[in-house]
């Protein structure tokens, strides 16, 4: 699976859109891109994914670069219950193997 | 239920102990991981299963873990002889069978601690 590369850490105004950066510039053909958050001591909840389009649904919106080699988290109105850490992750679900790096952790502040 | 659930949900166990973890996937997904974090670090890939496939045990750190999966339902994660470095959270996900790019969705963990 490939690798990713992400920012340790981000602020955010509660109200403003929350732009969280990852790259990705090994992903191949095939690989996803896949977006969890972790909320201090839970399990990891799905955000979104893709695989060449843009995507929205009604958590965020993910922008992937027509190259394929980055991507862009988007919440549009982050709030404080938006903070957690943020996990981008490529690959494919088939394999199993979704490995997760150490994600930005981002921080929404009143 | 309509998610993941593991149990326990927190196990206190002593050092040389065995235990045993349950994870009950969503109803339909024949997919089925294993996932382990200690505190304060990511996620580490244990095992995957997909259907009668043989599973993908290349995340197992050693002889000592293990894990079943019965059908396409309940898995177990047996830990033998427990050691204080295994204690962490241990998630279960699962997915549903097909082709890439199926979500996967993560139960809220089975909170270990081994003194």
């Known amino acids: 699976d490939a690798k990713t590369t992400q920012p340790p850490s981000m602020d955010c105004a509660e109200g403003r859109a929350a732009n969280l950066p990852c790259n990705h510039s090994t992903i191949s053909g095939n690989e996803y891109v896949y977006w969890y958050r972790q909320i201090h001591s839970q399990g990891p909840q799905y955000i979104i994914h893709g695989l060449k389009n843009n995507e929205t649904n009604e958590m965020a919106s993910l922008i992937i670069t027509e190259d394929r080699k980055s991507s862009t988290l988007i919440l549009p109105h982050a709030t404080l219950r938006d903070t957690a850490v943020y996990y981008c992750i490529v690959g494919s679900s088939n394999t199993g193997k979704l490995i997760f790096g150490q994600g930005t952790t981002l921080q929404v502040k009143p | 239920g309509a998610g993941v659930s593991q149990s326990p949900s927190n196990k206190v166990t002593e050092k040389g102990k065995d235990v045993e973890l349950r994870c009950d996937p969503i109803s339909g997904h024949t997919a089925l991981y294993w996932y382990r974090q200690r505190l304060g670090q990511g996620l580490e890939f244990l095992i995957y299963?997909?259907?009668?496939?043989?599973?993908?045990k290349s995340g197992l750190p050693s002889d000592r873990f293990s894990a079943e999966r019965t059908g396409e339902s309940v898995s177990t994660l047996t830990i033998q002889r427990t050691q204080q470095e295994d204690s962490a959270v241990y998630l279960c996900?699962?997915?549903?069978?097909?082709?890439?790019?199926?979500?996967?969705?993560f139960g809220e963990g089975s909170w270990l601690t081994v003194v």
């Open positions: 996900a699962s997915s549903l069978q097909g082709s890439s790019g199926n979500t996967i969705y």
């Open positions: 299963f997909q259907g009668n496939s043989a599973p993908d």
